[in-house]
């Protein structure tokens, strides 16, 4: 960790605050769109952006650059970004989970499925989605698998507490 706060706004681009002021990055610092839809870090450690329609891109040297932007419009559309203990970057988007590893990226979610917000804990991936909850193990080939306890629901959160207990709404 950096020990900065960075903020994803919908209209603003990203904030960077440290303690004592907020630097702006907008379209002057390479990003192709002020909404921002969330925040990560890259296998390389790099900060990276979610756009609501241009992809992922990173921050590298105090100036964005493209990361993944996809030919499908849905996937071009980022809703959530983490990364997990396989090394991997988990994207979700409009068109579906997506692994980033190693420069590819390789579409994982069957049925398709808007993923809105990942949660990962130590082999697997928690994912709300437009159709309620599923899990997903890292590193595998497989799909995602729906938790049929959850009503089939949006859901825009979800988190693990200490005792590994799943948070959603």
Known sequence: ADGLLWI???????????????????????LPSLFITCLGEDEEGYLVAGTAM????????ERFEPAWVPEDRDAQRIHSVQRAADGALYVG?????????????????????????ITASKDSLWLG??????????GST?????????????LNAVTRDSQGSIWMG
């Open 8 to 30: 994803a706004t919908q209209g603003g681009g990203v904030a960077r605050f440290d303690g004592r002021r907020i630097t702006l990055f907008g379209r002057e610092a390479g």
């Open 54 to 61: 241009h992809g992922l891109h990173r921050l590298r040297n």
């Open 93 to 117: 988007t409009t068109r579906g989970l997506y692994r980033l590893m190693d420069k590819a990226a390789s579409l994982i979610s069957a049925p398709e499925r808007s993923v809105f917000t």
């Open 129 to 138: 989605t437009d159709s309620g909850l599923y899990a997903f193990r890292t």
């Open 142 to 154: 497989g799909v995602m698998q729906r938790i049929k306890a959850v009503p089939l629901v949006a």
